[in-house]
């Protein structure tokens, strides 16, 4: 089994930062794709950045030039560095990853549980 364990979150003010770090424990060969998507309240959830094997980033609209994903393929982690917060940005940060099993020997794809960012003044 693969294990995505998500932290960083809180309550920060308006145009405040916040860094969401999430670290995958298990048994798994190698790590993937990963990336962090969020939901908000009443909505669904969307992809908010994610980033492949060879470092590119991929981001969402709303969050490009103010969100910077990065990974630490040494300590099976990928980081969301968040600045210039609103309050659009309040939600429940979910970390995923595809990971190769080494139970199953194929790919899976893992979420973790979620760490809430709240932006209020």
């Known amino acids: 089994q693969v294990q995505l364990v998500e932290s960083g979150g809180g309550l920060v003010q308006p145009g405040g930062s916040l860094k969401l770090s999430c670290t995958a424990s298990g048994r798994f060969f190698s790590l993937h794709g990963m990336g962090w998507y969020r939901q908000a309240a009443g909505k669904e959830r969307e992809l908010v950045a994610n980033?492949?094997?060879?470092?590119?980033?991929n981001y969402a609209d709303s969050v490009k030039g103010r969100f910077t994903i990065s990974r630490d393929d040494a300590k099976n982690s990928v980081y969301l560095q968040m600045n210039s917060l609103t309050h659009e940005d309040t939600a429940a940060y979910y970390c995923?990853?595809?990971?190769?099993?080494?139970?199953?020997?194929?790919?899976?794809?893992?979420w973790g549980q979620g760490t809430l960012v709240t932006v209020s003044s």
């Open positions: 980033i492949d094997t060879g470092g590119n980033p």
């Open positions: 995923n990853a595809v990971a190769l099993s080494t139970t199953s020997y194929s790919f899976v794809t893992v």
